[in-house]
């Protein structure tokens, strides 16, 4: 998983704890038959590499959250 840049641990923390959520919504949104998980964590991907492009930092972030949900995907698959 990617590591946050210049951020003190409260931020990243902060970072991480959404990236939790991010994933526990992919979650729900897969178990409703929505998106699946490693499609939502792919889907992210591509948006935080568009965002990265005008805003490196928010990028940033969105691929870290996308990190987490392919994470999440693929520990689904191995079980």
Known sequence: MTEPTEMGP????LVRAHGQLVA???T???RAGVVSVGE???????????IAETEPA???ILALWADTVRALAASERAH
């Open 10 to 13: 409260t931020d990243v923390a």
């Open 24 to 26: 526990l919504v992919a």
């Open 28 to 30: 729900l949104l897969g």
């Open 40 to 50: 939502f964590g792919a889907m992210l991907g591509v948006y935080a590499a568009v």
């Open 58 to 60: 928010e990028g940033d």
